[in-house]
């Protein structure tokens, strides 16, 4: 092996050290998906009834999407037009948040999930969805911020890059 090659593979080793280096310590951000939130008054649970909620204590029903409340159990969607728009019943009128109200009646009905109410829907209860950005203080290859392993990455890395400078500089005292 000539000396001309020997500095080839301690370079090589130093520039793969080089790179190891800056892909361990990028840092990453993460933002979170973002979409409609709803907010669900206190004592009301999850149903598996068109995306209601109920409340056992009060036996009333919850529907977030048009702040629709009833004592009556979702009863699932309406049939739709060719078009896809909900058909209107009998007597009833296009009202607020999606619904219709039949004045006969004095009742809501909420189309989408089946809800009928004497109470005026109160609108949607969503919250502003959030973007949430995290920038980790120590290395993160996106590992889920498993800094001990990537701090040993890069003490494994600097030991290779010192063994590199080690070999070079020994090479240019015997060259």
């Excluded at 009833?92 to 829907?121: H, K, L, Q, R």
């Excluded at 290859?141 to 080690?166: E, Q, R, S, W």
Aim: glycine letters at 10%; hydrophobic letters at 35%.
């Amino acid at each position: 092996m000539t000396s001309k090659n020997l500095y080839v593979i301690p370079g090589a080793v130093l520039t793969a050290a080089l790179l190891l280096v800056s892909v361990a310590s990028a840092q990453s951000v993460y933002t979170a998906p973002s979409g409609t939130q709803y907010s669900v008054p206190a004592g009301y649970t999850t149903t598996s009834n068109y995306g209601t909620y109920y409340n056992p204590t009060t036996g009333m029903y919850y529907d977030p999407t048009t702040g629709m409340v009833s004592n009556t159990a979702p009863t699932g969607p309406d049939t739709t037009n060719s078009s896809g728009a909900y058909v209107m019943p009998a007597g009833y009128y296009t009202s607020v948040y999606g619904t219709f109200y039949n004045p006969s009646t004095g009742m809501y009905y909420d189309p989408a999930t089946g809800i009928t109410s004497t109470t005026a829907p109160a609108g949607p209860s969503s919250v502003p969805a959030t973007t949430v950005t995290t920038t980790p203080g120590l290395p993160n290859t996106g590992a889920g911020g498993n800094a001990d392993a990537n701090i040993a990455i890069l003490a494994v890395t600097a030991v290779i890059a010192l063994g590199g400078a080690a070999v070079l500089a020994n090479k240019r005292k015997t060259a």
